[in-house]
């Protein structure tokens, strides 16, 4: 049991070290969604600003 643990810590270890396309990948996918979050936060805050002003 401790030797297939030791392994799979090894195998995740190595891919994270030996693959930056993925780490890309992945630092590319939470700069989207947080540009994303931000335009639709920013949205909705001036749809309320706007609903404040002339209702």
């Known amino acids: ?3 297939i643990l030791l392994n799979a810590g090894k195998n995740a270890s190595s ?3 030996s693959n930056p396309v993925r780490d890309n990948n992945c ?3 939470f700069e ?3 540009i994303y979050f ?5 949205f909705s805050m001036s749809q309320m600003y706007v ?3 002339f209702i």
């Open 32 to 34: 989207s969604c947080r």
């Open 15 to 17: 891919s994270v070290t």
């Open 27 to 29: 630092v590319g996918f």
């Open 38 to 42: 931000m335009i639709t936060f920013h």
């Open 51 to 53: 609903k404040e002003r």
């Open 1 to 3: 049991m401790d030797d």
